[in-house]
């Protein structure tokens, strides 16, 4: 059996196209313990994602987490499931659908955007072997973290070299590293929180909150918390936020370990005990709502402000199919692609003569 993932069928007269793939976390299949479990398997059993010893963590991850929290997270999936199934799919494929339309609107016609998950279905490979199949030889690599982690952007990296690994004819590829202060990024977010305000009035206090990482990791050199704080600081200046207005934290803490500080419900808490009445809460680091935004944030993180004294919390939802978002993405994309935009295809004409050539040649050898 060959190593390497069968080409798809060569057509002669067929000009090359370029790539977009969009690549975010993951999800279940389903909101149940069955379907969670392989999910949580693959996810925890990433070494950009958990930095413990490779044998001491598969004993704590298949003897106890593995038989212990696929329930409980599947509770929580169900609680943020609807009809069209886990938000995170939904939105992506929305995106990466939209995208799609931006980039045609604009005139980018050679251009086929897809999308993939980390972990789960579908998964790169064979996001790729579509992108190939619909005849890309270049394709650009988005992953849908605004912000740099190890952790995130490295694993998609990851994945992607896994999969070239058996890819026998490999397109060209670019890779963005991170969006967390491109202008059109932060006016989108500008832009989703101007607009709450408007229906929704000011708050006492707006609360930004980033996914945490443990602490060590930005001891040793992982830029992801700076990336959060530029993020935050732009975005506080396109709101024309005092310093006291708004505040930066970190949620989704997993283990005991310390992770990047300050935690998110243990902040809510106290603004709350201190007077706060009015928090709205946003989740920059997250482009498509989730069961951490739905779940963690406006529930978990409502009911603690709540009960401990606040009066009002609101959540203002990610960027998901924005128009501004969408928009974002068509700019960061054609950025990355200026020169493939700029370099013609080979006509069909020189491809069936380039194809000619290399069959005299064979028969010549």
């Not at 975010?24 to 059993?45: C, D, I, M, W």
């Not at 394709?139 to 982690?149: D, F």
Request: aromatic content about 10%; proline content about 7%; some cysteine.
């Amino acid at each position: 059996m060959s190593r390497f993932l069968a080409e798809p069928e060569f057509e002669h007269g067929k000009a090359s196209r370029i790539g977009v793939l969009l690549i975010n976390l993951g999800t279940p299949a389903e909101p149940t313990a069955k379907a969670v479990r392989p999910y949580l398997k693959q996810f925890l059993s990433d070494p950009r994602v958990v930095e413990i010893p490779r044998a001491l963590w598969w004993l704590v991850l298949n003897g106890i987490i593995l038989n212990t929290r696929p329930k409980k997270s599947a509770e929580k999936y169900a609680k943020v499931w609807d009809k069209e199934g886990s938000p995170l799919r939904v939105h992506t494929e929305r995106q990466a659908k939209y995208l799609q339309g931006y980039l045609l609107k604009a005139g980018v016609q050679n251009v086929q955007v897809d999308w993939a998950m980390r972990y789960g279905q579908p998964d790169v490979e064979g996001a790729l072997m579509r992108l190939k199949a619909r005849g890309c030889t270049r394709i650009l690599i988005l992953p849908l973290y605004p912000q740099y982690a190890a952790s995130t952007t490295a694993s998609a990296f990851d994945a992607v070299a896994a999969a070239g690994m058996k890819i026998r004819n490999l397109p060209e590829l670019r890779f963005v590293r991170s969006f967390h202060d491109h202008p059109d990024y932060i006016r989108a977010l500008g832009q989703r929180i101007a607009s709450h305000w408007q229906t929704h009035g000011l708050p006492d206090r707006l609360v930004m909150s980033f996914h945490g990482t443990p602490r060590f990791s930005l001891d040793k050199g992982d830029p992801y918390h700076c990336e959060c704080h530029k993020t935050a600081r732009l975005l506080a200046e396109y709101l024309q936020l005092k310093p006291e207005q708004y505040v930066l934290t970190f949620q989704s803490r997993f283990g005991r370990a310390e992770w990047l500080q300050p935690y998110t419900e243990p902040t809510l808490q106290k603004l709350a005990k201190d007077g706060v009445k009015t928090v709205d809460v946003i989740c920059p680091g997250f482009v498509s709502d989730c069961l951490e935004t739905l779940e963690e944030i406006a529930m978990e993180c409502k009911a603690a402000f709540l009960s401990a004294g606040g009066k009002e919390f609101r959540y203002i939802p990610c960027l998901n199919e924005e128009p501004d978002f969408i928009g974002a993405l068509r700019n960061i994309s054609t950025t990355h692609m200026q020169d493939w935009l700029a370099s013609p295809a080979p006509t069909a004409t020189e491809l069936v003569a380039s194809a000619a050539r290399a069959r005299t040649l064979g028969s010549q050898s």
